[in-house]
């Protein structure tokens, strides 16, 4: 199989089966997904969703944020991983917002990845998930099953590598959606240490589940 037919079945299979795959993470506007992306980072999205109610409560937008202390903006995301250095990250992003973007979330990787506590990663998210734009973020999960899958080179050792290789055979309109497809996949079947095989539509096809039976 080629890897151009890969592609196609894998992404047929779920454009057909799951046309409406969307984050997790529960937000009604741009700043509300910039907070809880950043609060993310090598965290669950079930942990963030507990969380962010009363960050969202308290602080409903950058204004009140930037004006939020250390000492009272931590107590809120204690539960969250590396909440010392998330909880500064929160504060300078939303004082940079009103400083540098008028109070709004910029819409470009370039402008986001300069506010505190936002990478590549999380720009791709924020772009493709509000903005629908064709940028593909790559966390462990897509990292993880798009290696397995065949559908980047083993030779692809970082999540930038990974991200351009998507990038290039993904139809451009599609990425926003594939993103979210490989996550999912990832986080309910593809598991890390032990993957639901079982379950899974695409061990025809998966080099991972091939290599695991001749091993």
């Known amino acids: 199989m080629t890897k151009k037919e890969r592609y196609r079945l894998i992404l047929d299979y779920f454009q057909k089966n799951v046309p409406d795959a969307e984050t997790e993470l ?22 963030v969703n507990l969380t962010t109610p009363a960050i969202f409560e308290r602080y409903p937008g950058p204004e009140q944020m930037a004006k939020a202390t250390f000492e009272e903006l931590f107590p809120l995301i204690r539960s969250i991983s590396y909440p010392n250095n998330k909880t500064k990250h929160l504060i300078g992003m939303a004082n940079m917002l009103l400083e540098q973007f008028g109070g709004h979330v910029p819409m470009t990787v370039e402008e986001l990845v300069k506010l505190p506590g936002v990478g590549r990663k999380t720009a791709n998210v924020i772009t493709s998930v509000i903005d629908e734009q064709p940028n593909m973020a790559v966390d462990t999960h897509v990292f993880r099953v798009s290696k397995r899958l065949g559908l980047v080179s083993q030779k692809a050792s970082t999540p930038l590598a990974v991200e351009k290789e998507l990038i290039k055979h993904i139809p451009k309109e599609m990425v926003h959606k594939a993103h979210h497809w490989l996550i999912l996949h990832g986080r309910y079947v593809c598991l890390a240490r032990n993957p639901k095989c079982g379950e899974c539509m695409f061990t025809e096809v998966c080099a991972y589940y091939r290599k695991k039976g001749e091993s």
């Not at 997904?33 to 090598?42: D, E, R």
Request: with cysteine; aromatic share 10%.
């Open 26 to 47: 529960i937000y009604d506007n741009p700043f509300q997904l910039l907070v809880a992306v950043i609060l993310s980072a090598q965290c669950t999205d079930k942990r």
